[in-house]
């Protein structure tokens, strides 16, 4: 039987592939992104976001059955706070509705092995508090600090989506209403967020330093996109509150073998 899935972040990189990887099962995707999209829709706003909502709903006739949250920002800047972490948890709230009307709803999040990364506590705390505002104001101080203490900005939204799901994911609007909601955590991707950071061989290897991918290096977008359409799939009737770490060994070799402490 046919599923709606909607996607943010489907006009490139991950968001794109996995659009056209569920087209071509037969599905029926509903694509968000700033341009070349189903709904266009700015993610890094709360005006945006509620179109984006009120527009997907409305093109779905009110009924969708699974959540992509791949929309994001690898920027060190504010705006990144926004759409990483507020885009995806306002979204997720906005269509929890609907979803729960599905016979199979799933939701499946985009994050990063950045979230193993150091990040500001702070920031994070404020995130996880849902106060935009503050969270925003924290970001641009560590913007204006810089030595590059900007830098922890994404990996702090990483880190704080993970720890929100995990909260929610037991609730009973999420667990008790049979929705699952997971995260993909992948390692460096070949995707147009990469490319400055990628585009020369000393550029490439110096990223590998910090982010070690020892099983067959850097990726490309189907690896990832395939990775989120089996958790957004039936099949996935117990798997939850979960970031899966699809990284090359990124997390083995940073964190190693006791992490349970």
């Known amino acids: 039987m046919t599923r709606t899935f909607v996607v943010t972040g489907s006009a490139s990189g991950i968001g794109l592939v996995t659009c056209?990887?569920?087209k071509a099962q037969g599905e029926r995707v509903i694509g968000i992104?700033?341009?070349?999209?189903?709904?266009?829709a700015d993610l890094s706003t709360v005006e945006g976001r509620t179109l984006a909502?009120?527009?997907t709903l409305e093109k779905s006739n009110g009924s969708i059955d699974v959540l992509i949250a791949?929309?994001?920002?690898?920027?060190?800047?504010?705006k990144t706070v926004s759409v990483n972490f507020f885009g995806v948890v306002d979204l997720v709230n906005g269509f929890l509705g609907a979803l729960a009307k599905s016979r199979a709803p799933r939701i499946v999040v985009t994050s990063s092995m950045a979230s193993l990364m150091p990040n500001d506590a702070e920031l994070v705390d404020l995130?996880?508090?849902l106060d935009e505002v503050a969270a925003l104001k924290r970001a641009d101080v560590l913007v204006e600090q810089g030595g590059g203490l900007e830098q922890l900005i994404y990996g702090s939204t990483k880190r704080a989506?993970?720890?929100?799901?995990?909260?929610v994911a037991p609730l009973p609007t999420f667990a008790g209403a049979g929705i699952p909601i997971n995260a993909i955590g992948p390692g460096i991707v070949e995707t147009p967020m990469t490319k400055d950071m990628i585009a020369t061989e000393e550029a490439r290897a110096g990223l590998l330093q910090v982010v070690p991918m020892p099983l067959n290096g850097i990726m490309e977008p189907v690896v990832i996109a395939n990775a989120l359409i089996w958790l957004a799939g039936e099949e996935n009737s117990h798997m939850t509150g979960q970031t899966i770490?699809?990284?090359?060994?990124?997390?083995?070799?940073?964190r190693g073998d006791d992490i349970w402490h």
């Open 161 to 167: 989506i993970g720890r929100w799901i995990r909260r």
């Open 245 to 254: 770490y699809i990284d090359g060994g990124s997390d083995v070799v940073l």
């Open 70 to 78: 791949n929309a994001g920002l690898a920027l060190p800047i504010s």
């Open 53 to 55: 909502v009120s527009q």
């Open 20 to 22: 056209q990887l569920l």
């Open 127 to 129: 995130m996880l508090k």
């Open 33 to 40: 992104d700033i341009h070349n999209a189903d709904i266009i």
